[in-house]
């Protein structure tokens, strides 16, 4: 077989092309630090790096979506903490409201002290996070949510949803309540408030104060029902009545749940030698004293519920108004008394209500820091992942290397040999 000085040419230079590109592959490989630089180079490792990366990219969203989230929820809990504080402080003045050795001007005092929290309630609702939005208007966020209506009350404007956001693919969380939760609300087992007042919002008009309501049985087959007590007949000779609320129709009725007839009587017969009346109903009691006029009533109602909502600013409302108005005759000593009392218990639901939902927020937190901890286990995960499909083992390459140098120098030297054969060297 006859083999041309143009084949050998063309052989040596192909061999010499390949080890360079071999050498050159390895080469870049120890520049890069990458085993896998081009997806030819191992196409189904560089098929799953992919995936690893598109995992990492989302992982990594959802990690700036927790910063967001814990910016919020920090927010939160730190506005909570003094609108828990503003409670406290307005339930003191309260206290100090209630001693009969006060003046009217000491009351005014205290009543100024206490628009000074009422303003600051009404401030920590409308705060704002860092974006300008409101926290606590649920999704209606570009509005304050607590505005004051004509008559000077405040008004909830906000809606009703809590905002959440997804902090890992499988967990959507609340970054903040809404207002009605916070402000608006009581803990499931807030008990029953009583509230000298009628249904259409009108003061009393006679001097009947009250004492509880007190928790007899909480088994009793009609506890957690709405009661009120209301007053009839003559300013002489009044008459009571406790009534029921009838949730299924809608109105007050005269019976228990049973058919048992509550509680009735001549107002002026039925009380004690002490000037009280002690009436139980419902697994409660409630003690009254004084003289009621008729068409007055005594709501005994479950706080929070159907018949009577919670409202943290209704309440402080009703305080500064009695403290603000001088109690110059029997009725507005017993609207004053009344009213301060029942406030007092709507501040500690309302206590109690902030401290839960402070609670629920500190939760959350600690949630967050748990997921953090879940997403760097998975990020390391994911990194060694990488790092075995597309990492260089920098020995092995360094091994190759060299012996790619080798493999290059020789068919370097074969090239130059194999040129230099001639017939002429052997005639």
């Known amino acids: 077989m006859r083999i041309s000085t143009v084949t050998m040419f063309e052989q040596s230079t192909a061999s010499m092309n390949r080890q360079q590109s071999d050498l050159m592959r390895v080469s870049q490989q120890i520049a890069t630090g990458r085993r896998v630089v081009n997806p030819s180079d191992d196409p189904q490792a560089a098929s799953r790096a992919i995936g690893v990366d ?21 927010q939160t809990e730190n506005i909570i903490n003094s ?77 009703t949803n809590t905002r959440e956001q997804r902090v890992d693919s499988t967990r959507l969380i609340p970054v903040a309540d809404n207002g009605v939760t916070i402000f608006q609300s009581v803990p499931s087992g807030a008990g029953y408030v009583a509230e000298a007042k009628k249904e259409d919002g009108t003061l009393n008009q006679g001097n009947v104060t009250f ?13 957690g029902s709405d009661y009120r007590v209301s007053f009839d007949g003559t300013a002489a000779d ?44 419902g697994g409660l009691s409630i003690s009254l004293e004084g003289t009621p006029a008729p068409d007055d009533e005594i709501l005994v109602a479950k706080s929070g519920g159907d018949v009577r909502g919670a409202d943290l600013f209704r309440t402080m409302e009703e305080a500064i108004r009695v403290l603000e108005n001088p109690a110059d005759n029997a009725t507005k ?34 949630e967050l820091d748990v997921i953090d901890s879940v997403s760097s286990n998975r990020m390391l995960n994911y990194d060694q992942t990488l790092s075995d499909l597309v990492d260089l083992d920098y020995t092995e390459a360094i091994s190759e ?27």
């Open 54 to 74: 598109q995992a990492k990219a989302v992982t990594e969203q959802f990690s700036d979506s927790r910063v967001s989230a814990r910016n919020s929820l920090s």
């Open 401 to 427: 290397y060299s012996l790619r140098q080798v493999g290059m120098q020789a068919a370097q030297k074969a090239f130059v040999d194999i040129k230099g054969l001639s017939l002429f060297n052997y005639m």
């Open 83 to 159: 609108v828990s504080d503003a409670i406290t402080s307005a339930k003191g003045l309260l206290i100090q409201a209630s001693s009969d050795t006060l003046t009217s001007e000491n009351r005014e005092s205290i009543a100024s002290e206490l628009k000074g929290v009422y303003e600051t309630l009404i401030g920590q609702a409308n705060s704002t996070d860092g974006n300008g939005r409101y926290l606590f208007g649920g999704y209606k966020d570009n509005t304050p949510p607590f505005v004051k209506s004509a008559d000077g009350s405040v008004e909830y404007r906000g809606d």
């Open 333 to 366: 000593k017993a609207d004053q008394r009344n009213t301060l009392n029942t406030a007092m218990r709507d501040l500690d639901n309302s206590l109690d209500n902030v401290l839960t939902v402070r609670a629920s927020a500190g939760a959350r937190l600690n």
């Open 238 to 281: 009044p008459t009571y009545q406790v009534q029921r609320f009838d949730n299924e129709t809608d109105t007050w009725v005269d019976n228990d749940t049973d058919g048992a007839a509550l509680s009735s009587g001549n107002w002026t017969d039925d009380i004690s030698e002490e000037g009280s009346l002690s009436l139980e109903f």
């Open 211 to 223: 004492r509880g309501p007190q928790t007899l049985d909480v088994n009793d087959a009609d506890y």
